[in-house]
């Protein structure tokens, strides 16, 4: 089983940038991608990004294209810089490992079997 833990939630203003982190342990793979998902009131959860095992390639949701970057050091750790936040960014952050994704674009089978973080909160006022 894999344990994933979030860090960096809070609150911010808009306009303003927050950092997310995201640490694996457990019975990870070194070659797994991992990836961001969030989920705000009422609404169902949803793709952010995604980074392959390597760090070599990556895709976003076209709603954070530019403003977010996805990025891991090691196999065990992700993080997720998020810029230019708007109050529609709001809502609880997820991190995903074990998302069968190789290159190009995202698709939603690729998460269909992942393992999930607690979440953290992000919320963005206006």
């Known amino acids: 089983q894999v344990q994933l833990v979030e860090s960096g939630g809070g609150l911010v203003q808009a306009g303003g940038s927050l950092r997310l982190s995201c640490a694996a342990s457990?019975?990870?793979?070194?070659?797994?991608?991992m990836g961001w998902f969030r989920q705000a009131p009422g609404k169902e959860r949803e793709f952010v990004a995604v980074?392959?095992?390597?760090?070599?390639?990556n895709d976003y949701a076209e709603s954070v294209w530019r403003r977010f970057t996805i990025s891991r050091d090691n196999a065990l750790t992700v993080a997720l810089q998020m810029n230019s936040l708007k109050p529609e960014d709001t809502g609880v952050y997820y991190c995903?490992?074990?998302?069968?994704?190789?290159?190009?674009?995202?698709?939603?089978?690729?998460?269909?079997?992942?393992?999930w973080g607690q979440g953290t909160q992000v919320t963005v006022s206006s």
């Open positions: 980074i392959s095992w390597n760090g070599v390639d």
């Open positions: 457990g019975r990870t793979s070194s070659r797994s991608a």
């Open positions: 995903a490992a074990g998302i069968r994704y190789l290159r190009g674009r995202f698709s939603s089978n690729m998460a269909s079997n992942v393992d």
